[in-house]
């Protein structure tokens, strides 16, 4: 099993990537659909109300207020729970995939994203008792971490593995250290030796300038590798958790798009040293190589503009939530009631189907009957 | 295919009742010779009792003393005949001699029809010898079967023979452990019946011995035997059943049979077994690598840190691990396009699930739809 193989059978890849147009379209259904759920759930309640009076989010408002839950997320570790990286990358992306399904509208996210959060705790190895977990919180009890939780693992098709670009990272970082060393193991295609490699690693221009001017040294390269791991890893944990990138894109084509951004010329290369060429078949490797490369500056263009993103307009923010508190399907506003009554068989009235009750009222003093002789129930007399 | 071939041998129906007893050759009869015993040659099938036999043979091949039959006999290949009806021996045998060439199996065609064909065709063969019709033709032909298919003939014939010692070999062992059970039924038996012997001797002698009570003496003895008899049954129960497992049940299934270039059609195709292949113990995959090459190990500060740190080598940390993984990591899904791949997997299977998926969350309450119990 080659590596790309690998990533082909995770659920990652089956169920969570998508084409840039299949994820516009499945947003834009998913809003038009809780728009109009919401429409005759107003209907239903206010009979003789006006159904035009209700005015939905659209699909970028929905994204804008996912992406403010996230950004809250994100900052809420930052200062409060303190949990490792993974766990907050992870929390996020199931806010993501939740929202690529459900509506703001149908489900508010400043419910849904502690409960994500909670879930990633679980799912990443950082568990605590809801208990303490919900202390991290204003105004939060367990039942309202726990309600959502459900509902947001069905939305997740139950895959929890998120593949993340961090441990990718290192390992790329790792590899580079070793090539500016020249001490890497080369592939079989390429005919150089370690040392040729890293000869050719020094002569690579900087950053910003074209030409090759001055030659490195092993210790500059090495420290120019740092600071670009450093940088790429800042690129990962903001902005490539936020924006689309992990449903368009795979971990290892996010972490060197990141790289790409910071430092284009040590990355090209880095990249022609895995496709090598001698090995024959080289137009094929050629078209893969460009095919790469177009993908990773595609990825990196996304990367770049979710910097803009990251600015949020607090007034603009304010007036989505205010139209969100207008149009929030009343029939799922009550998440806990909608957990205990899927739990305990009442309707949202907190009353029993008649015949439900009776049957359950039966099945009840059976058990408690059977329950009082220790040894069950006693032999029939004839 | 006519029925007119004549009766053969001396057989006339006038003379039916004599024709058991009286010798045609020497008019001996069984009257006056009552262990009398008659033979015929499958040359010619004429009777004749055994005198006549070591009488006109020992020197060697003679002709046929029957009168019109000048067949040259020899004294080996006479035999008792199994039959009363001497055409009845006669075509047993023909049947014998022709099942032992045409001995192909139902396995090896390929449908019912062929297999039925074939005996058909064997039949006819058959027919043909037994009463005369075409005798060269049939015999050249049989004699060019037999000739071109040496091999598969052998195969079935050793196929068969295997199955029958197999059976014999199996009915042997079954005979052979009802006799050891019957063996130790009886030793069981006697010792037994010896042990109850001692026992009431003991009892006489202790009560000829001592002058304690008679009646407790007897209930002592009694409890002692029981106690024994108890026992043995345990050591019995213990040892080891003769009932070995039978090596023959998994004889009994056969290898394939030789094939042969056959004339007749329908002959399933003999595919020779694949040489078995070295066993793979993980079924074809392998820890091949496309992008990177993993070393023993790296330098890098972020693990090396670890290496020196005794809560980490203590559990047998490999850091061998974290490379491979940290490096498949960065590298896995690299030369997969999402937009290329998924293209068309969104269209057809994508969209629907999704539907289902927010249908089942959506809907939810009105319908109740996600009342998992």
Known sequence: MTEDEIFKISTQYRLWTFTPKALESLRGNTNSTAAERVRAAFNRIHEDGDPQSIECLTVAEEQKLVLHFCIQCLESNKQVMKLPFNVVATAVQYIKRFYLYNSPMTYSPSKIWKAAFYLATKTEGAHSTVEAFAKGFDRTV???????????????????????????????????????????????????????????????????SQSSTTKETAAMMLKRIHRVYGRADGILRSTAILSDAYFLY??????????????????????????????????????????????????????????????????????????????????????????????????????????????RKLEREKVMKEGDDLFGPGLVKE | MSRTAPRLGPTAPKKLVEDGDICPVCKSSRYLNPNMVFKVNPE???????????RIFSHGPAPCPIAGCRRTLRKARFKKPNFEDIQIEREVDIRRRVASVFNRREDEFDTLLDYNNYLNEVEDITFNLIHKIDLDATEKKLAAYADSNKQSIQANVSRASQE?????????????????????????????????????????NTLATTDGDANRIAKEGQRVALKKSSARRALT????????????????????????????????????????????????????????????????EDVDKYMSDVQYTAGGYDFGEWYSRALCEAFSGLGVFIGEETSGRDAAAAVPIAMAATAATVVGVEKSADDVF
């Open chain 1, 142 to 208: 367990p039942e309202d971490i726990l309600a959502p939780e459900f509902i947001l693992t069905q939305s997740l098709r139950y895959a929890f593995d998120i593949r993340h670009p961090f441990r990718g990272l290192r390992g790329g970082h790792i590899e580079l250290i070793a090539l500016a060393t020249g001490k890497a193991a080369v592939l079989p295609g390429i005919n150089r030796s370690p040392s040729d490699l890293q000869q050719e690693m020094l002569q690579l221009p900087a950053p910003g």
């Open chain 2, 237 to 300: 129960d213990r040892r080891p059943d003769v009932v070995a497992s039978d090596p023959f049940t998994a004889a009994t299934a056969n290898g394939n049979a030789d094939g042969g270039a056959f004339v007749i059609k329908g002959l399933k195709k003999v595919v020779e077994p694949e040489a078995e292949k070295p066993y793979d113990p993980f079924g074809g995959l392998s820890d091949e690598t496309q992008y990177y090459v993993l070393q023993d190990t790296y330098q890098y």
């Open chain 2, 164 to 204: 029958t010692t197999s059976f014999q070999a199996r009915q042997a062992a079954e005979r052979e452990q009802e006799r050891l059970r019957r063996e130790a039924a009886r030793r069981d038996d006697e010792e037994k019946k010896r042990i109850l012997e001692e026992n009431r001797r003991n009892i006489l």
């Open chain 2, 44 to 54: 010619c099938y004429h009777k004749m009792c055994e005198s006549c036999v070591d």
């Open chain 1, 250 to 359: 795979t971990p290892s084509q996010i972490w060197l798009s990141a790289f790409l951004l910071v430092d284009e010329p040590l990355t090209q290369w880095y990249i022609s040293t895995k496709f090598p060429s001698d090995l024959g078949e080289s137009d094929r490797v050629a078209v893969t190589k460009d095919k790469v490369l177009a993908t990773l500056k595609s990825c990196a263009a996304l990367l770049e503009a979710g910097n803009e993103i990251l600015n949020e307009d607090k007034a603009e923010l304010s007036r989505i939530a205010r139209k969100l508190k207008a149009c929030q399907n009343p029939d799922k506003v009550d998440l806990v009631g909608l957990n205990k009554a899927q739990k305990r068989d009442t309707t949202v009235d907190g009353k029993l189907d008649e015949s439900v009750a009776k049957r």
